[in-house]
């Protein structure tokens, strides 16, 4: 799976939308970007995936530029329940057999003030 | 409710002592792992199911065992062997057949008395 970058942490207030964005400068053509969120002391919440089309569902959208290099989570209307660390993984559609976990990095802190 | 459930939430466990989690899920999933996080860290996979009766380690499997017996079930036994059991476990699960997304279930903390 390709690597991603994300910031440590971000601050945003409370109904303004939060844009977090993800580096993963070494995509592959088959490799999917998928978003989950993970409140304090809770399991992982899958959000949204995308391959190149933007995104979006009722929790949030997905935009991926056209050279699929980065992407930008967008949570419309940040409330105080959206306060959780953002991952970003980048991964094939179906993996196959092997060792098939997601790899989670430290995420982005995403801080809303009220 | 279709989901993943865990239990305990809280665990002790005493040195030299061996504690199995339990992870179920009713979501007709093929595919069922374990992870561990520590304080600030991301997930490490520990073992992994594709399938009923096949279980395959993941990363950091030293110290732990697991089977599955029956689809909706992945229980994971932490031995004595594990040194540094502390931290929090999670369950995840997947439908396969080409679907990506993992689900996760509560997660159960682990603490060494």
């Known amino acids: 799976d390709a690597k991603t970058t994300q910031p440590t942490s971000m601050d945003c207030a409370e109904g303004r939308a939060a844009n977090l964005p993800c580096n993963h400068s070494?995509?592959?053509?088959?490799?999917?970007v998928y978003w989950y969120r993970q409140i304090h002391s809770q399991g992982p919440q899958y959000i949204i995936h995308g391959l190149k089309n933007n995104e979006t569902n009722e929790m949030a959208s997905l935009i991926i530029t056209e050279d699929r290099k980065s992407s930008t989570l967008i949570l419309p209307h940040a409330t105080l329940r959206d306060t959780a660390v953002y991952y970003c993984?980048?991964?094939?559609?179906?993996?196959?057999?092997?060792?098939?976990?997601?790899?989670f990095g430290k995420g982005t802190h995403l801080i809303i003030q009220p | 409710d279709g989901g993943i459930t865990q239990s305990p939430k809280y665990l002790f466990r005493k040195e030299g002592q061996n504690v199995t989690l339990s992870c179920e899920q009713n979501?007709?999933?093929?595919?069922m792992y374990w992870y561990r996080q520590d304080p600030g860290q991301g997930l490490r996979l520990i073992y992994y199911?594709?399938?009923?009766?096949?279980?395959q380690k993941g990363d950091i499997a030293e110290g732990y065992s697991v089977s599955r017996e029956k689809k909706e079930s992945f229980p994971l036994t932490v031995t004595s062997a594990q040194k540094n059991p502390t931290a929090f476990y999670l369950c995840?699960?997947?439908?396969?057949?080409?679907?990506?997304?993992?689900?996760f279930g509560p997660g159960t903390r682990l603490l060494v008395l």
């Open positions: 993984i980048v991964r094939v559609l179906f993996s196959g057999g092997g060792a098939d976990g997601l790899t």
């Open positions: 979501l007709n999933h093929d595919a």
């Open positions: 199911s594709q399938i009923v009766n096949d279980f």
């Open positions: 995840a699960s997947k439908a396969g057949g080409g679907q990506e997304t993992q689900y």
């Open positions: 070494t995509i592959s053509g088959n490799e999917y």
